[in-house]
């Protein structure tokens, strides 16, 4: 009975604060080894969720991933983006040095997955993936980070190095009080479905593309979509 109400008070205390609340934990064996995994409530009520490799308070530089759900990638093997394969990077990079992986539900770059899959069609009728989400009515890109920082400061991280390609997401994070000491590329090799997505993350979104990933981003695509040599002042 008491354990029922400690959960039931937690709940409420996530309902009506800002700060996300540790609900549930435990260790998760996988196949790259063990894991932590810590269930949290978020204000907007949504449960994000931390995967935690070695211990994390106090650290560092500590290698983190804030990565956003994609069901079509990581349960379908779609081929049209490169988000599962990110999420397998970052996973591997963190049981190899420890870190933490913060999985939040913003399916879609936060449109939702119906949305998600009107976006697809509208991109097989030749808009990118940017312009696709617009023509919905919503923006490039409608994700929000402050259960991410909340966890961080949870987890009693006191710097990050983040693995990301994305300028954006460590901006947002720094302006919720991260310390962001570095970054971590993911450097994804693409194929020939999810070319077109990555160059336009890369020349329209801000996207950082390191030297490696450009010649395969660029090959086989028509040459009005090939990345440019140089991608943006942020980089």
Known sequence: MESTQLHADKDQQAVHGHEA?????????????MFQMRVYRAADG???????????????????????????????????????????FA???????GGVVI??????????????IRAYALQENGYDTLEANCVLGHPPDSRTYESAASILRDLGVRSVELIT?????????????????????AVIQPNRFSAPYLATKFTRMR???EEEMRPLVSEGLPVEHQPRAQTSAAD
Do not use: M, W
């Not at 390609?165 to 590329?185: A, Q, V, Y």
């Open 165 to 185: 390609n994305n300028p954006d997401k460590i901006e947002s994070l720094i302006g919720l009080g991260i310390n962001i000491t570095g970054r971590i590329p």
């Open 21 to 33: 609340v540790d609900l549930a934990r435990a260790n998760l064996p996988t196949k790259l080894g």
């Open 46 to 88: 949504s449960e994000p969720v931390a995967v935690i490799s070695g211990n994390v308070g106090g650290r560092e530089r500590l290698p983190v991933r804030v990565h956003s759900a994609c069901f079509t990638s990581e349960n379908l093997g779609s081929l049209r983006c490169d988000c599962r394969e990110q999420l397998d």
């Open 103 to 116: 999985y939040l539900h913003q399916e879609g770059r936060g449109i939702g997955l119906a949305q998600k």
């Open 91 to 97: 996973l591997d990079y963190i049981a190899r040095e």
């Open 207 to 209: 996207h950082i593309a």
